[in-house]
């Protein structure tokens, strides 16, 4: 199966390639053939050109552009202990991302992103959008659902290497339609859609599904057009979702990647399900600062049980640039690269972070929905980072992270605290 996927995502991507080449041929072929002049002309307007950001190809008057960037996450996981007491240390590349992003006669952007990490192909992002009005962009396809804070987040320009426990209750992408865009100068943005509906800290596929869920999210960046200066990088806002879903539930992952809780195999998905969370980020200088809140109320059904369950989560994230860059929700930018010969100076960008996160569990789950011997009524994470910016497309990260389990009932629990540390080495271009 797997084996088909692969074959599949690089047909898609070679018709693509194809299309797309041929539009711009004209362009090409002016600066590999014919005569001076017009190769002179092809080549002032840049018809093919590789820069920092990738690269790109163009047509003459560059109403039709495609851009080739993507990155690769080498990552190590170490356990000193972990939930079943295995100890599972593990390698693996966990994403392999090319992206193909562009724009279609100056008016309809698109974005094309597989991902062959982990062993398991898929297509994270497939869409188009309307850029004719910043206040009103139209998007269709699959995308990341515009809810959490952490989520929405590039995932490579994350402060650690995987997201906090707060993103257990909240989907990632979604096959659906939105509108979104900015007003006042980009101090107000928002994005509302209806989408496929996705269990909880997993991406949807192609499949739609009978469940439905209407997502919404503004934003406000009260002081970023103001002379405040020491407010222009505070941002706040509000999420949330509602809709109906039925069939299977999620699994909730620690920072490690391992299940610390699953609902058991006869509970459904089994009516309304709604999503609510307030966030909020301040960034100043080298500081960084992005915290979020998120409950996720769900109707579920075992056998003649019905009952709704409601869990909730929150992450606080700090992050300071111990070389002065300036720090961003959008991520950080190296002022000097890893270049030891030119002094003391010149040693890349360094980061501190440092992360706290906890779920709660709904203890109406058990015992009727949840084992008390294999699921926790709730987990806390802590962790420290230290990531080195070699240069703009080579990162370095670590961290360190510890989380402990609470139990459904006194003495029920039988999982480990879970100690990791978590190595990656990240590739973009």
Not at 76 to 88: I, L
Not at 124 to 137: C, G, P
Not at 278 to 303: C, D, F, H, K, W
């Amino acid at each position: 199966m797997k084996s088909f996927c692969s074959v599949t995502l690089s047909r898609m991507l070679a018709l693509f390639l194809v299309v797309f080449l041929d539009a711009v041929a004209p362009a090409e072929s002016a600066v590999f053939g014919g005569d001076s002049s017009a190769a002179v002309a092809a080549s002032t307007s840049h018809a093919s050109y590789l820069r920092a950001d990738g690269l790109t190809f163009s047509s003459e008057s560059t109403s039709t552009q495609l851009r080739i960037h993507g990155y690769l996450q080498g990552d190590g996981h170490f356990f000193s202990s972990d939930p079943k007491g295995q100890s599972p240390d593990k390698l693996l590349f966990r994403r392999i991302r090319p992206q193909f992003e562009g724009t279609l006669f100056k008016v309809l952007d698109f974005r094309f992103m597989p991902d062959f990490g982990q062993n398991n192909p898929q297509v994270q992002d497939i869409h188009v959008e309307l850029n004719s009005f910043s206040f009103a962009r139209p998007r269709f396809g699959k995308f990341k659902a515009p809810i959490s804070l952490e989520a929405l987040r590039s995932d490579n320009e994350a402060t650690f290497p995987e997201r906090s426990l707060a993103s257990n209750l909240v989907p990632l992408r979604e096959l659906g339609a939105q509108l979104g865009g900015s007003v006042l100068h980009g101090g107000v943005s928002y994005a509302a859609g209806y989408f496929n509906a996705t269990n909880d800290g997993s991406n949807g596929n192609f499949q739609w599904h009978p469940g439905n869920e209407a997502a919404a999210r503004i934003f406000f960046q009260p002081f970023l057009r103001g002379n405040a200066a020491p407010l222009r990088g505070l941002g706040m806002g509000l999420a949330g979702s509602s809709g109906s879903q039925r069939g299977t539930l999620p699994k909730f992952k620690t920072a490690g990647q391992n299940t610390f809780f699953k609902y058991s195999s006869t509970a459904l998905a089994d009516g309304q399900h709604n999503r609510l969370s307030p966030q909020a980020y301040y960034y100043r200088g080298p500081l960084g600062i992005m915290g979020e809140y998120t409950i996720s109320s769900q109707q579920v059904r075992n056998g003649t049980n019905v009952r709704r369950l409601s869990h909730q989560a929150w992450q606080a994230t700090a992050s300071f640039m111990l070389t002065g860059e300036k720090n961003s929700y959008a991520g950080v930018r190296p002022l000097r690269a890893f270049e030891p010969y030119k002094g003391i100076r010149h040693l890349g960008g360094w980061e501190i972070a440092a992360r706290y996160s906890h779920i709660r569990i709904d203890r109406s789950a058990f015992p009727l929905f949840a084992d008390v011997r294999t699921a926790a009524a709730g987990a806390a994470e802590f962790g420290i980072a230290l990531n080195w910016y070699v240069n703009r497309f080579t990162r370095v990260m670590n961290s360190c992270e510890r989380s402990t389990f609470q139990a459904a009932v006194p003495g029920a629990l039988s999982l480990h605290s879970e100690n990791v540390m978590m190595s990656r080495i990240q590739f973009s271009f």
